[in-house]
């Protein structure tokens, strides 16, 4: 069998989670899912058995506790290979998962085939590489990039076994402390339907008024390039791509970024891009489904204009 660590959010899955199951469910072996703190319904997802640790420690992320019940839990059911989603927590509690148990780990992998050794491709350098590597170990621990393998449904009957893994003190050293809330005025970027975007074409700090005025009457999200995040005009928290958040909107309105592979390597999962720049010759407009050539300190507030009349 092969374990994979699912995490959640509102009561649901994470997409992430469900593509790493995918994932796992192509080696052709048994599925059993590892969920902490509460159960979610997996039923759809081809998992036999769904492992409940709940413990009153675990109400906030502590990734050394994580991967510490990860590992019993992969021993105890001798796993045979063991799965998290490439996110920034599953790829943290596989780094420690590795380090305890002296194994090798293969992260942001999107797609395999069974060995021995088993042959996994990753993506690498934010997605404009992709590597085939052979994984020679007793027991592959492997993330899954976000956003790169497709959801598969496959309805099962699911067994859900509730358990209290034992912590030590070391386990709980590193835990989430406190929440402070993002800028982005209480929507998620990671779950935002729709996010504007900008970057240095923006100008300042006080640029971004048109960006949070059109993002507040689409209900989105305000990102930014690291151009932005560096100059101080936002912070670190609001920056889109390969050394900040990935997001999956159905749409991203890019305005005044150029389209560096860094950034887009947080836009794998965008359905649509509209990008709105001065330079029609800009990297971006490979990969917009839409484009607007023009200054945006005009079209912006010419959107939101648009917008406001047609309410
Ligand atoms: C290791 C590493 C990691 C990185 N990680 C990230 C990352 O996570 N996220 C990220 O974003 N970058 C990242 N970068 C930086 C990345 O390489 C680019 O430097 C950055 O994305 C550029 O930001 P930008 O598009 O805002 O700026 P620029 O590349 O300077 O582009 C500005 C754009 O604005 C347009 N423009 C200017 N004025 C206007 C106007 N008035 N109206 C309309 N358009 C206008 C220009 O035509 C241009 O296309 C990383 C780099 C490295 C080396």
Redesign the pocket.
């Known amino acids: 069998m092969v374990l994979v660590l699912v995490e959640q959010s509102e009561g649901k899955a994470t997409d992430p989670s469900l593509q790493a199951l995918t994932l796992a469910r192509s080696l052709g072996k048994p599925v059993h899912a590892l969920l902490i703190g509460s159960g979610v319904d997996l039923g759809q997802h081809g998992v036999a058995v769904a492992h409940v640790a709940e413990h009153p420690a675990l109400g906030s992320f502590a990734p050394d506790a994580w991967a510490a019940i990860l590992g019993h839990l992969a021993d105890d059911l001798n796993a045979s290979a063991v799965f998290a989603a490439g996110t920034e927590r599953g790829n943290e509690v596989m780094a420690r998962l590795a380090a305890r148990a002296g194994l090798p780990l293969a992260a942001n992998c999107i797609a395999l085939s069974p060995g021995p050794p088993l042959t996994l491709t990753r993506l690498r350098w934010?997605g404009s590489l992709l590597e085939e590597a052979r994984l020679d170990s007793p027991r592959p621990l492997i993330t899954v990039a976000p956003y790169a393998v497709p959801i598969e449904p496959a309805p099962t009957e699911t067994n859900v076994e509730k358990f209290t893994p034992e912590l030590s003190e070391a386990d709980l050293l590193v835990r989430v402390a406190e929440h402070v809330g993002a800028s982005t005025g209480g929507i998620s970027l990671t779950e935002a339907k729709v996010v504007v975007s900008g970057?240095?074409?923006v100008?300042s700090k006080e640029g971004f008024a048109i960006i949070e005025e059109l993002a507040g009457l689409l209900n989105a999200a305000v990102g930014?390039?690291?151009?932005?995040t560096s100059a101080g005009w936002r912070p670190h928290t609001d920056?889109?791509?390969?050394?900040?958040t990935k997001v999956a909107p159905d749409v991203y309105i890019a305005?005044?970024?150029?389209?560096?592979?860094?950034?887009m390597?947080?836009l794998k999962g965008a359905k649509r891009i509209l990008a709105?720049?001065?330079?029609g010759e800009?990297p971006?407009m490979l990969s917009a489904d839409y484009a607007v050539i023009?200054?945006?300190?005009e079209?912006v507030p010419a959107i939101s204009a648009e917008i406001r009349k047609q309410r």
């Open positions: 934010g970057g240095r074409g100008g930014c390039s690291r151009a932005v920056q889109v791509g390969q050394t900040g305005c005044g970024i150029s389209g560096a592979t860094q950034h390597a947080g709105i720049n001065s330079d800009a971006i023009g200054d945006l300190k079209i």
